[in-house]
């Protein structure tokens, strides 16, 4: 049975202004630089077996991957499946703002020139597909964004379209996710 890890980037400055990045290539706060080396030093500490890391081209992503390269050794490649959603006319608004919440509950709808919740969900299900078939041989890290750890989720979880629009991790917070065993 195979399984992979997901890690989402370091603390960038629209993280603390409550504002929604998206696609918008925000850079990490010295905090969020700090969390990305204390990522890798965990890794480093618990002993936890990665093979190579892919990161989003986001630079908020990749800066957090290289960190954790540096610390650790472990190869890094970007990899363009995991750039966050585009959420199109809102990025840069509150995170919290009521029509923001509500449209985030329609999976077919673009925002305006960004990327439905359906399209993410393709791109980041494919991409896990891809690991899946090398899983048995090969562990990767992932690092990338908050929307792409709902999708991630949503590939193994059951959740309403409320439990999927809700659903976060903290930034550098780690997770494993194990592949179910194939009936024979």
């Known amino acids: 049975m195979g399984y992979f890890y997901f890690a989402r980037h370091g603390q ?21 630089h700090e969390q990305a080396k204390e990522l890798g030093e965990e ?10 890391i892919l990161y989003s ?27 966050e959603q585009n959420f199109g006319k809102y990025e840069s608004t509150p995170r919290n703002g ?3 919440k509500k449209a985030k509950e329609s999976f077919a709808n673009t925002y305006e020139g960004g990327e439905s919740m359906i399209h993410l969900c393709q791109r980041i299900y494919n991409l896990i597909d891809d690991i899946k078939k ?11 964004h908050n929307g792409i ?18 659903f976060g991790i903290k930034n550098c917070e780690i997770r494993k996710f194990e592949f179910p065993k194939e009936d024979a």
């Open 43 to 52: 890794i480093l500490k618990q002993g936890i077996h990665i093979d190579e």
């Open 57 to 83: 081209p986001l630079v908020r992503a990749a800066d957090t991957a290289k960190h954790v390269s540096e610390i650790t050794g472990i190869p890094a490649r970007m990899e363009p499946r995991l750039k």
């Open 12 to 32: 960038t400055v629209w993280n603390v202004e409550n504002k929604i990045c998206g696609a918008t290539d925000i850079e990490l706060t010295e905090k969020g």
């Open 98 to 100: 009521e029509e923001f």
């Open 149 to 166: 750890s709902r999708a991630i989720q949503s590939y193994f979880t059951d959740m309403t379209n409320e439990e999927f629009a809700k």
């Open 134 to 144: 090398e899983a048995d041989d090969k562990v990767y890290l992932l690092v990338a």
